[in-house]
């Protein structure tokens, strides 16, 4: 969800109504794993990434409906078929992919705590049919409308799920049958900190910076721990 969380409150900001697509489910090989976030705009702005690139195309055209009709899709691809002009995976995996109005207090709250850095989690109903789309959130404190039948083991999931971060499919009882569950965390960047403002520091720090880390670079002498040198850093702390 950070990857695409700026994104999305800039389209909200601008009065953009969003999809979110979220993948839920992955058997065998697939480009990305569970917990993966994709959205668009009325626009046709894009952002973040389900299976880089094989079946977003196809979203978009699934997400149309959901913005007409406000509803909730489960979509499932497998491999492609070019003869038959299939969209699928070219890896040969299967996927399965939620699609949902990104909208109301709820979702921007969660989005308020990933922006500020807090860990949160997520989970949404996707079986039984009559539930499917029930959300809930936990950020401090749990939120969400979600399923009187399962809020007290959802919550309980999320609160364990939190601990240990990561996604989950879990299965739990509601009314003596099955319901399925995928729940989700989002958690603060790992922090790397650079003690030494050498000339080695300059790449590993633009390394760390592309794949996520909260990057402070340490260095006592200002003319090497500058923002000309390390403009990929978060901070730099001149002690």
Not at 8 to 23: F, H, K, P
Request: proline letters at 3%.
């Amino acid at each position: 969800m950070r990857d695409v969380a700026a994104d999305i409150l800039r389209w909200l900001e601008q009065g953009d109504r969003v999809v979110l697509a979220t993948l839920v489910h992955v058997q065998s090989s697939a480009p990305r794993l569970p917990g993966a976030h994709w959205a668009v705009s009325d626009r046709g702005a894009m952002t973040g990434s389900i299976s880089a690139g094989c079946v977003e195309s196809d979203l978009v055209e699934w997400s149309s409906s959901v913005l007409a009709d406000g509803g909730v899709k489960t979509i499932s691809y497998d491999v492609a078929d070019a003869t038959a002009m299939r969209i699928g995976l070219t890896c040969g995996g299967t996927i399965e992919v939620l699609l949902e109005r990104f909208e109301g207090d709820d979702w921007r709250r969660l989005l308020d705590a990933v922006v500020a850095g807090r860990p949160a989690a997520t989970a949404v109903a996707l079986a039984p049919e009559e539930i499917r789309g029930c959300r809930w959130f936990l950020a401090g404190d749990s939120w969400g409308e979600g399923d009187a039948e399962l809020d007290g083991a959802v919550v309980a999931a999320l609160q364990r799920q939190l601990e240990r971060g990561g996604s989950a499919n879990l299965e739990l009882d509601r009314r003596g049958a099955k319901a399925r569950v995928f729940v989700d965390t989002v958690l603060p960047r790992p922090r790397l900190v650079i003690v030494g403002a050498t000339q080695t520091a300059i790449p590993l720090c633009r390394f760390a910076r592309e794949v996520d880390f909260e990057v402070i670079v340490v260095d006592p002498r200002e003319v090497y721990a500058t923002e000309e040198r390390f403009g990929a850093a978060d901070r730099i702390v001149r002690e």
